[in-house]
């Protein structure tokens, strides 16, 4: 009934505007883009999403390491089902390692429940399931391949990671490079836990990095540093001690109050006795600065191409990284009028 009187109604329009024969089409690509559509086959619309951090750290023999895979699963990407006063989501994990041969070498799965009496939980991308299983892998090349399947749509979301451990070998190794927040820490991470994929906010004031190292005993230097794309140094710390065993960890800290780069990545060096070992992390900036919806610097400067000046807009283009907000603010306080 609603839909024939839609289309009477059409059908009347019409004819007032038959001179105008479009106007008929104009109404009802309106009108039926009000109706739900069909999906379409072959769509990603409910497939986990997910993120993957895959740090790898020496073991006691100079031809084994650890890998940890670390898994963040938000709420939102999972599918929840009321049952009773409760939403629930059920999935399963696998974590599939195969050598350079592609010889599955390591195979593990399981499964996970998750319960939660908010709704908005469930659709909410914070709340998250952050899962970690560790293995031990002789030095080579691998493939990781990470999965996880949502066990009320059987839709699946896979991630593939390369590992080349070769880096490994000696007897000073510097393990990867973890970006964690110690304002959040966890059973399974006491130092706090990882940032997944590393990324930080324009607003923090210092970077927290996890390391481990396995090294001889006697003194040691540490040098950390944040690099731009362009090679300049926004950073940098040298932390000494002495090694009274086989491995030390803990964490480093950097000051980020000069990083505002769209990216920009962590060098670490391990120096003892003129042995070294060294070791990197990209991150990405979350940027912030005029409003809370510039999240990137480079797009911000490219929209106000319509309104600023050819030079002032050149100019900004052209800068180093470390100039390019500074130019940016400048020409938003000229247009302040308070």
Known sequence: ????????????????????????????????????????????????????????????????VRLDVLIKIPYASIQFLKQGSTFVAEFETAVLIYDDKEQKVIQKRWKRRIETINYDETISK???????????????????????????????GKKSVELKLDRFKGEVVLSDLLLINQQLVHDKFPQGVPIIPPKISGKDSSLSIFYKARLN????????????????????????????????????????????NKRFKIEAVLNQHGNKSESELLVEVKWRGLSSHVEDLDVAIEQIRYIASSKTYRKMVKAKSEKKERLFREFWDSKDPS
Not at 129 to 141: A, N, P, T, Y
Not at 233 to 257: D, N, R
């Open 1 to 64: 009934m609603v839909w024939n009187s839609i289309r009477s109604f059409t059908i009347r329009l019409a004819e007032i505007f038959r001179m105008k024969r479009l106007l008929p089409l104009i109404l009802l690509i309106g009108i039926t883009s009000l109706f739900p559509q069909r999906r379409k086959k072959g769509s990603n619309l409910g497939i986990p999403e997910f993120e993957v951090s895959t740090p790898v750290y020496p073991e006691a023999s100079a031809d084994s």
């Open 126 to 156: 914070k709340p998250l399931d952050l899962e970690i299983r560790s293995f031990v892998l002789s030095l080579g090349e691998y493939n990781c391949k990470i999965e996880v399947t949502d066990l009320d749509t059987h839709k699946t």
């Open 217 to 260: 005993p006697g003194d040691y230097t540490i040098t950390i540093k944040s690099v731009t794309p362009d090679g300049d140094v926004l950073a940098e710390e040298v932390v000494t001690g002495v090694s009274e065993g086989t491995f030390i960890s803990g964490l480093m800290y950097l000051p980020a109050e000069h990083v505002s």
